[in-house]
């Protein structure tokens, strides 16, 4: 069995530095995927805490990822950035990959903004447009709650018939409409893959196949370990090209955050709309 108390005693000792560095007690997280950091550039009131200061906090080493905490106030209320994220495909274990998920519920987090980008499978999402998940395909073959169970965290077997809070998503489509952005927003299924190497065009068609609407390397052990806990959990993805043979597109990093770049005003502007009504 893998042993996991040692991670409570971990997660508490960094809850410990974050409150030495900050009075504010965040309601909401937002943990920021690929390109899409200046996002955290709104927030009054901030505090910089990067990650290397944070102990047990693994560092990010993706492309497109700073590696820092902020926690700063946005229309009046108190919310925690995690500007970057670790990723499975970098080494890390499902539950390093966690570990800051779970520092922002013991920080009192309450709301759960998880971003990422994305490869669009369904025809409506193959220019650059955002998905809403309304559910996700764990196609990563792990699972953040495998070892014995945090009992202070949440129970053994979570049920996830409703991993994507319905009240976010309906906040979501809201400010979507009073947006009347260009930008499409859409929602889907996220389907999420190990990486590093993007998928096969046969791998894409069997995900079309399995119900999956928008594809990536992130997200889902989040989600879970987030929902473990009874965090309202939201997912927005940027849709940064077609999937796999899908499109006669390149699929590359630059290719995916120079695209995530096009439509990043908007996510901002999105996500500091859904915080307003949360
Ligand atoms: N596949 C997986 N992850 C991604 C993609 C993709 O096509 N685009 C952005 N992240």
């Given at each position: 069995?893998i042993?996991n108390?040692?991670w409570?005693?971990?997660l508490?000792?960094?809850?410990?530095?974050?409150?030495?560095?900050?009075?504010?007690?965040?309601?909401?997280?937002?943990?920021?995927?690929?390109?899409?950091?200046?996002?955290?550039?709104?927030?009054?009131?901030?505090?910089?805490?990067?990650?290397?200061?944070?102990?047990?906090?693994p560092?990010?080493?993706?492309?497109?990822?700073?590696?820092?905490?902020?926690?700063?106030?946005?229309?009046?209320?108190?919310?925690?950035?995690?500007?970057?994220r670790v990723h499975l495909?970098?080494?890390y274990s499902p539950q390093e990959v966690v570990f800051a998920t779970r520092?922002?519920h013991?920080?009192?987090?309450?709301?759960?903004?998880?971003?990422?980008?994305?490869?669009?499978?369904?025809?409506?999402?193959?220019?650059?447009?955002?998905?809403?998940?309304?559910?996700?395909?764990n196609?990563q073959g792990q699972n953040p709650l495998v070892g014995q169970n945090i009992?202070?965290l949440g129970?053994?077997?979570p049920?996830m018939?409703?991993?994507?809070?319905?009240?976010?998503?309906?906040?979501?489509?809201?400010?979507?409409?009073?947006?009347?952005?260009?930008?499409?927003?859409?929602?889907?299924?996220?389907?999420s893959?190990?990486?590093?190497?993007?998928?096969?065009?046969?791998?894409?068609?069997?995900?079309?196949?399995?119900?999956?609407?928008?594809?990536?390397?992130s997200s889902v052990p989040e989600a879970i370990a987030a929902h473990h806990m009874?965090?309202?959990?939201?997912?927005?993805?940027?849709?940064?090209?077609?999937?796999?043979?899908?499109?006669?597109?390149?699929?590359?990093?630059?290719?995916?955050?120079?695209?995530?770049?096009?439509?990043?005003?908007?996510?901002?502007?999105?996500?500091?709309?859904?915080?307003?009504?949360?």
């Amino acid at each position: 069995m893998i042993p996991n108390e040692h991670w409570y005693e971990e997660l508490m000792q960094a809850v410990r530095v974050i409150k030495s560095k900050t009075e504010l007690v965040p309601q909401i997280g937002v943990i920021l995927g690929s390109g899409l950091g200046s996002v955290a550039d709104a927030l009054e009131d901030a505090v910089h805490i990067p990650y290397s200061e944070i102990p047990h906090m693994p560092q990010s080493t993706a492309p497109g990822h700073a590696g820092e905490l902020v926690i700063g106030k946005l229309h009046g209320k108190v919310v925690a950035f995690l500007k970057g994220r670790v990723h499975l495909y970098e080494g890390y274990s499902p539950q390093e990959v966690v570990f800051a998920t779970r520092l922002l519920h013991l920080l009192q987090v309450k709301s759960l903004i998880i971003t990422n980008a994305a490869g669009g499978i369904r025809e409506d999402l193959h220019g650059p447009s955002v998905m809403i998940a309304d559910d996700h395909i764990n196609f990563q073959g792990q699972n953040p709650l495998v070892g014995q169970n945090i009992d202070e965290l949440g129970e053994r077997f979570p049920d996830m018939r409703e991993t994507y809070s319905l009240r976010l998503r309906d906040i979501a489509d809201k400010v979507v409409n009073d947006l009347k952005s260009e930008i499409p927003v859409a929602h889907g299924v996220y389907i999420s893959v190990l990486g590093p190497s993007f998928e096969t065009p046969a791998e894409i068609r069997a995900f079309r196949a399995l119900g999956a609407d928008a594809v990536g390397m992130s997200s889902v052990p989040e989600a879970i370990a987030a929902h473990h806990m009874g965090l309202d959990v939201l997912m927005l993805s940027t849709i940064s090209n077609a999937a796999a043979g899908l499109s006669d597109e390149v699929l590359n990093v630059e290719h995916t955050l120079n695209q995530v770049a096009k439509i990043a005003p908007f996510v901002q502007t999105l996500i500091q709309g859904i915080i307003a009504e949360l």
